[in-house]
């Protein structure tokens, strides 16, 4: 069982940043694969951006490919979402997830929310233009 807690979340204007974190615990070594999914009102919840334990980068999504950066302090057991230029249609909430098969590490595309076994409570971000 893994715990996950988001916090960062908030309401910007459009061009302002936000860094959300996610604080894991529980059986983190065995799930080396964290991401970052958001879902605006009304629409599927979507991958942003995933990052295995030891990889020196993430992957994106196109949609914010250069504007958000992912980072983990595997010490500390926390992802981190470095999100700049935001724009209103990045509005949602922002869910942490791990938990892929046992032992695997982050695919080479972006994980399907399904594919997740643990997700945090989320955190809203808003953006206003």
């Known amino acids: 069982q893994v715990q996950l807690q988001e916090s960062g979340g908030g309401s910007v204007q459009a061009g302002g940043s936000l860094r959300l974190s996610c604080v894991a615990t529980g059986n983190t070594n065995r799930n080396p694969c964290m991401a970052w999914f958001r879902q605006a009102l009304g629409k599927e919840r979507e991958p942003v951006a995933h990052m295995s334990r030891g990889a020196g980068s993430g992957l994106y999504a196109d949609s914010v490919q250069g504007r958000f950066t992912i980072s983990r302090d595997n010490y500390k057991n926390t992802l981190y979402l470095q999100m700049n230029s935001l724009k209103p249609e990045d509005t949602g909430m922002y869910y942490c997830?791990?938990?892929?098969?046992?032992?695997?590490?982050?695919?080479?595309?972006?994980?399907?929310?399904?594919?997740?076994?643990?997700w945090g409570q989320g955190t809203q971000v808003t953006v206003s233009s």
């Open positions: 997830a791990t938990g892929l098969s046992i032992g695997e590490y982050c695919f080479t595309r972006l994980a399907k929310a399904y594919e997740y076994r643990y």
